[in-house]
């Protein structure tokens, strides 16, 4: 019985395995993703419903006026017209056609075209040169000469001028270790380190400019033959080049203005069409509301939905199927402008450059010619200057000599002027070279905000609280209003060079605050264990605290790097051409009066990203500190 | 007195500019270039094109002054400054001339220490306000809000309007041109005020002008100008008598098209010729070229062609001379002889 | 002893000043003062020279002299014919307000955000991660103008108002392209009572928190602390507001001629930069809270659940003391960076103290090096109040430190 049993109950038990079931549908795929990830309470229910709103407010806006968009046209007044041609609802989107043609502006400014590559250039060989710091493991620590000549480059790159300058400031640097070398052999490194820093700050003071000045004139006399050949072996292709250049404009001129006639054939029946349509509308609508537009008083609102109602009908009306015809000559005619007017500029832009060039030609030859004369002057001059007219005189003869001198023996970049330099490129500019340069001085604010000197403590934190105390935009005015009561008489140099100047003070006191914070963070063994090693107080530092301490503060460099380039935008108040000061000089001229959002969406969308981007390598930075420290 | 050398890579890469010395003349002829400040963007005053090349009303004067200087209209390195900037920059000398839209007034001409060299522009402050508001006169603003650029003399001007009209308002401070259009436009203030060409220019550039009307009243005198340092008297004879030369060259009939033969050949106006430095050489007196006010002339046209093209009725800009005429048409513009 | 005598026997030799540590802190010393005092001098006798040069004086008087220009938002009394001081004053006070409420906004837009960030809801999380990359990688330029654009151009114009196309709220609130009116109070009589009641039952809200902490210490008795405070704020200034008879009253708005006359008018000005200005900082404090509620360790709320706390003491209790630790350093230098950013007001024509004593007194003047001095000197006072009272709390955390 017990076996039968057995066996018979053998007969209900499973000999194989369940197929697995799928689980309900509820606890999987995007039902359960939901449940737990959007509805999990009541407060999640609402922040979901909240979040899907706001989600649904921003992006119906957005989409339509940014996929609703013109991108051939040469005004803002062609965009207007394309969208009405074409019917686009609610007034037509975006204008993007500012930024084909203005967009290279907004990142270069007035760079000169041609020389466009040198930026670019020194954007890449920027990321050569902190790629050994930024990826310390992975490449050869051998490549951090090259961030050391990086600062040296980069201005010679972007101002141009011969190459041997660069070459003799870096050999400041070269002095400074060498009268640094002999400086402690005789009285220790003190006296050596202020050796050091007095012979380099000697040599960039007086033997730079001179030793320069000596070198154009040698080359220059070397050269004045062939560079006055060359010269009017130029001026002499120049001329037909730029009459040939002149008269394709003017043949593309002529059929921008044959287009522009066809252009505004197709456009008037178009224009008129909508024009009755809308009056129509708006009139029916007046009608059905009771109230006579001619008569009555009609307030800010009626009016508005009277002329939604219009312009639903004006759209309407221009997507007529009547209309293909004439609509299709017309948008073709503004995309055949857009393209003419492009060639038009892309001309003008080559004209000027050869212009600039055959003017500065001249002026050079002139020059030239002239050079014999100046030297007797100065020479004559240099014997019965007394009178400080005669003095002024005099230097000013003698500035054009050896500006003439420059000339003839540059070998090297064309120089251009900071005042050329704007756009997105200036942001960058200012923001890279105040980090740069505020690295020595912020590393030396921290020491001294460390120390236990009282007075180069106090001072150090004054400094630091000082600087950070009072905004940028206030600094920015003090080196544009202020800075030239502060130097010595009749100095004046360049705003940018003015405002980079002050950046770099400004920057100096965050990086300060940074490092103190890397210093900080070091353990106290490193610090003891330095001592114990009989190191003195700048060995120490040099290789032992510092090192380290600043690799843990990369990541809040970084970050204040971000900072202060997005703070660079302020120098719009100081009158630099900046992407926000562009965009206003660019709503200024006659063809784009009006637009704005378009300007701002762009400048917003490069700062991100440049912002963004950093700000992760940063965050990753960190991270991966974190865990070397664990 | 020289620049005091800056150290560094960026001094050699001719950064360090000349310093600004009592003789701006002999400075600007050592560089080269003409240092001409003028606004981040007006427009028909002064604008960069598409390739950086600046074009305007106050740009021609600038053009015109380096053409007289230097022979070439293109070499002038324009300085944007702000309404807050502009003093300073001509004060430290960054840069030669001002040609800015500015106003001459007694404590910018005595208490800052500029010399204005002229009028090239007469202005004065206009009010614009949408039509369907009703309003037919300034003095029925009261109560309204009131756009207006800051930094500048239309500020005060407005302030002292109010007052003595004892009319309430509201004021609502711009920087730019083109942000104080935005504001208008959103509705942010009821009416805009600047000097009536702005006002103009900007009403020029709405999507429906009509619905827009500027307001009969003008309620101070603007008269715009270039000015310099004071105390240098040869760079501002120079500045003053180009501006001069421009006009003259209207009075006379020289334009850019017919100056160059008219300076070849002679004329049978005496003043003409003197003016063209065919007969005597005032060019000389002034440390320039004979044919200086020939080379100004060439750079943009006499100051009816320089008007013309930039502010005049066939631009956008669509300014009607009015005031602007020379003085033989009823207008205000009148240029001392040259003799 | 002669041995041990003889160094000294030998006297101050010069090297000494560079090798021995005794006196090398000196040397640096003494050099570096000679260094700064020589620095100021060179700058200070340039300024005098180039001052002379331009024929300028160093003078304050410009100060009382008439500004002759409006300004709109005014804290006090002020016209056209108030002197520069006055202005300046106006500007400082503006200044100062628009900090102060910023401070407030960008604390609770941070919380609430950084709170959210950390929220398990996909949709919330990832939303709130746009808007904090958002705000923090554009300049806060580009925000303020762009907010000001937005502000004026989504709003009815004061005129719809009058026309009746466009409605205020609860029939009181106007907001509009110009700024938003609300009812302004009219203090009237007895209402100084009325406040000091008010003040009043604010110390007796102090007096009772402080009574119920001690009695929790003492007997572990709980006492419900926020209703009983609740009660406290509202309850006896509104039985005083009705035996006083009313005192103070609501002045609404009203349309009139352009806009609305009457009430209390926050211009867009104030709002697009209070707004921008909070928006902003607040991307940042979000960042800050969730740093710090992340830097406390699951541990701590394992243990306090384990301890049977309910999960909002844990909060209160446990996880905020520890978390603020983290925050509040950050926070204050957020609070500070917020009342520098307030200088950018003249993007939208706000008059803070840059735009009135930096801008255009400055500008009508040319007093431009007195102007900036006293602009940085104020900034500076206003930034090293902040940042003490940073160093205040910080100090005062770290006692407890164990």
């Known amino acids: 019985m017990s076996e039968t049993g057995h066996q018979h109950a053998l007969s209900y038990v499973r000999a194989d395995m369940l197929p697995q079931q799928e689980p309900p549908v509820s606890h999987s795929g995007p039902i359960k993703w939901v449940r737990e990830n959007l509805l999990s309470s009541p407060l999640n229910v609402i922040l979901t419903v909240i979040s899907l709103y706001v989600l649904y407010a921003v992006l119906s806006g957005l989409i339509p006026w940014f996929f609703n968009s013109v991108w051939d046209a040469r005004s803002l007044n062609e965009c207007r017209e394309v969208f009405l041609a074409t019917g686009a609802t609610g007034g037509g989107g975006a204008c993007w056609a500012v930024l084909q043609e203005r967009g290279i502006q907004l990142i270069y400014g007035f760079y000169p075209a041609d020389l466009y590559w040198r930026p670019n250039l020194t954007f890449i060989l920027f990321f050569v040169a902190v790629a050994p710091i930024l990826y310390s493991d992975r490449l050869p620590s051998q490549m951090l000469w090259f961030t050391a000549l990086y600062p040296f480059l980069m201005p010679w790159l972007l101002w141009g001028g011969s190459f041997w300058v660069p070459i003799l400031v870096i050999a400041g640097l070269v002095v400074g270790y060498l009268a640094w070398m002999v400086g402690s052999r005789i009285g220790g490194s003190i006296l050596g380190g202020i050796a050091g820093i007095v012979f380099a700050i000697l040599w960039w003071l007086f033997a730079v400019p001179t030793l320069n000045d000596s070198i154009h004139r040698v080359v220059g006399n070397m050269r004045v033959d062939q560079v006055v050949a060359e010269s009017t072996a130029r001026l002499e292709t120049l001329g037909p080049e730029l009459t040939g250049l002149e008269t394709r404009r003017e043949s593309v001129r002529d059929e921008i203005a044959e287009l522009e006639a066809i252009k505004a054939q197709a456009f008037a029946p178009i224009e008129e069409a909508v024009e009755i349509a809308r009056e129509t509308a708006e009139l029916a609508f007046y009608e059905e509301e009771g109230v006579d537009p001619e008569t009555d008083q009609i307030g800010p609102g009626l009016r508005e939905r009277a002329e939604e109602e219009g312009q639903h009908a004006a759209s309407a009306a221009a997507r007529d199927p009547a209309l293909n015809t004439v609509r299709a000559t017309f948008l073709n005619a503004v995309d055949g402008l857009t393209e003419m007017r492009n060639e038009v500029n892309e001309i003008s832009s080559q004209i000027n450059i050869m212009q600039s060039e055959r003017s500065d030609t001249e002026a050079l030859l002139l020059n030239i010619e002239q050079l014999p004369d100046r030297l007797e002057e100065i020479e004559r001059l240099q014997e019965s200057a007394t009178t400080p007219g005669a003095i002024s005189e005099l230097e000013s003869v003698q500035d054009v000599v050896s500006q003439t001198y420059t000339e003839m023996g540059r070998i090297g970049l064309t120089p251009v002027e900071s005042r050329e330099f704007g756009g997105f490129m200036l942001a960058l500019i200012i923001g890279l070279s105040g980090i740069i340069l505020s690295l020595p001085l912020g590393i030396l604010l921290a020491l001294g905000r460390q120390s236990d000197l009282f007075l180069i403590n106090k001072v150090s934190v004054a400094f630091i609280e000082l600087i950070r105390g009072v905004p940028l935009i206030v600094w920015l005015f003090t080196a544009q209003l202020l800075l030239n009561y502060f130097l010595p008489p009749g100095s004046n140099f360049d705003l940018l060079l003015r405002v980079i100047i002050m950046v770099t003070l400004f920057a100096s006191a965050y990086i300060a605050e940074v490092v103190r914070g890397g210093l900080a963070a070091l353990a106290k063994g490193q610090y003891e264990a330095a001592d114990a090693l009989g190191l003195d107080y700048a060995k120490s530092m040099r290789l032992i605290v510092l090192p380290q301490a600043l690799k843990i503060s990369i990541p809040g460099i970084v970050n204040t790097f971000i900072g202060l380039f997005k703070d660079t935008t302020l120098v719009v108040f100081i009158g630099l051409l900046d992407p926000i000061g562009l965009s206003n000089s660019i709503r200024s001229s006659t063809d784009w009066n009006g637009i704005y959002w378009e300007l701002f969406a762009f400048i917003g969308l490069l700062f991100f990203a440049c912002c963004f981007s950093m700000g992760r390598y940063s965050l990753s930075l960190e991270k991966k500190l974190n865990r070397e420290h664990r | 007195m020289k620049a005091s050398v800056f150290f560094g890579a960026m001094t050699v890469a001719g950064l360090a500019s000349v310093a600004a010395s009592a003789a701006t003349l002999d400075d600007v002829k050592a560089r080269g270039t003409l240092n001409c400040g003028v606004t981040t963007g007006l427009a028909g005053f002064s604008t960069p094109d598409a390739n950086g090349v600046w074009e305007g009303f106050d740009v021609a004067m600038c053009r015109a002054v380096a053409a007289a200087v230097l022979g070439d209209p293109t070499a002038v390195e324009f300085v944007p400054t702000t309404a807050s900037t502009r003093f300073t920059a001509l004060a430290s000398g960054e840069v030669d001339m001002l040609s800015r839209v500015t106003t001459w007034t007694f404590s910018r001409d005595v208490d800052l220490k500029f010399e204005f060299t002229g009028t090239t522009y007469y202005d004065g402050q206009g009010f614009i306000v949408l039509r369907e508001l009703g309003v037919t006169s300034a003095k029925e603003l009261s109560g309204a809000t009131v756009c207006i650029r800051t930094g500048t003399t239309t500020e005060l001007n407005l302030a002292e309007f109010f007052r003595i009209n004892n009319m309430e308002y509201e004021p609502v401070p711009v920087e730019t041109n083109s942000e104080a259009q935005q504001q208008y436009l959103a509705g942010a203030c009821d009416a805009y005020t600047t000097d009536a060409s702005g006002l103009a220019a900007t009403r020029a550039s709405f999507e429906n002008p009509g619905d827009h009307v500027i307001l009969p009243e003008i309620i101070s005198k603007e008269p715009l100008g270039p000015l310099v340092r004071h105390g240098d008297n040869d760079w501002g004879d120079v500045v003053r008598w180009t501006v001069n030369a421009l006009l003259t060259a209207e009075e006379l009939g020289v334009t850019s098209a017919n100056v160059e033969q008219l300076a070849a050949d002679g004329s049978d106006n005496p003043e003409v010729n003197r003016l063209l430095g065919t007969d005597s050489d005032l060019g000389a007196m002034l440390g320039l070229e004979s044919d200086w006010a020939v080379n100004a002339i060439l750079a943009g046209g006499n100051y009816g062609e320089i008007f013309e093209a930039n502010i005049g009725e066939s631009t956008p800009i669509g300014l009607a001379r009015g005031l602007n005429a020379l003085w033989t048409e009823g207008g205000l513009l009148y240029s001392p002889p040259f003799r | ?402």
Request: charged fraction near 15%; hydrophobic fraction near 50%.
């Open chain 3, 1 to 402: 002893m002669s041995a041990i005598s003889e160094p000294q026997a030998e006297g101050f030799r010069l090297s000494q000043l560079i090798y021995d540590t005794r006196y090398r802190s000196i040397t640096i010393q003494t050099v570096a003062l000679i260094l700064i005092v020589a620095g100021v001098w060179w700058l200070v006798s340039n300024t005098i020279q180039n001052l002379e040069a331009l024929g300028r004086d160093f003078d304050f008087g410009f100060l009382g002299q008439p500004a002759g220009y409006d300004i709109n938002q005014l804290l006090i009394e002020y016209d056209s014919q108030s002197t520069h001081g006055r202005a300046a004053v106006v500007g400082i006070l503006n200044t100062l307000l628009v900090a102060f409420i910023g401070c407030i906004t960008a604390t609770v837009i941070g919380t609430i955000a950084g709170v959210l960030r950390l929220s398990k809801n996909w949709i919330v999380a990832r939303l709130v991660a746009v808007y904090v990359e958002g705000f923090r990688n554009v300049p806060l330029l580009l925000w303020i103008v762009l907010i000001f654009a937005i502000v004026s151009e989504s709003t009815p114009h004061p005129r719809d108002f009058a026309g009746g196309e466009a409605s205020m709220l609860f029939n009181s609130i106007a907001i509009t392209r110009q700024g938003t009116w609300t009812p302004a109070p009219v203090w009237g009589d007895g209402s100084l009572a009325l406040v000091i009641i008010f003040i009043l039952s604010i110390v007796a809200i102090i007096g009772f928190r402080m009574f119920a902490r001690r009695r929790q210490e003492a007997t572990g008795e709980i006492l419900p602390v926020l209703w009983i405070s609740l009660g406290l704020l509202i309850l006896p200034s509104l039985i005083a507001y009705f035996i006083l008879g009313g005192p103070v009253t609501l002045d609404y708005p009203e349309t009139g001629r352009f806009r609305f006359e009457g009430g209390l008018l926050v211009r867009n000005s104030l709002i697009a930069l209070w707004l921008a200005l909070s928006l902003y900082t607040g991307s940042f404090i979000a960042e800050n809270v969730r740093g710090g509620i992340l830097a406390v360790s699951g541990g701590q709320t394992e243990a306090a659940s384990a301890l049977g706390l309910r999960p909002g003491r844990t909060m209160n209790l446990v996880v905020l003391p520890q978390a603020m630790r983290v925050i509040v350093p950050p926070l204050i230098s957020q609070y500070l960076n917020l009342t520098k950013n307030s200088s950018l007001a003249i993007a939208v024509g706000y008059m803070d103290a840059r735009a009135t004593l930096g801008g255009i007194t400055i500008n009508q003047t040319g007093r431009e090096l007195e102007g900036m001095l006293l602009l940085g000197l104020f900034y500076l006072i206003v930034s090293l109040a902040i940042a003490s009272v940073g160093n205040f709390y910080n100090a005062s955390v770290k006692l407890k430190e164990r």
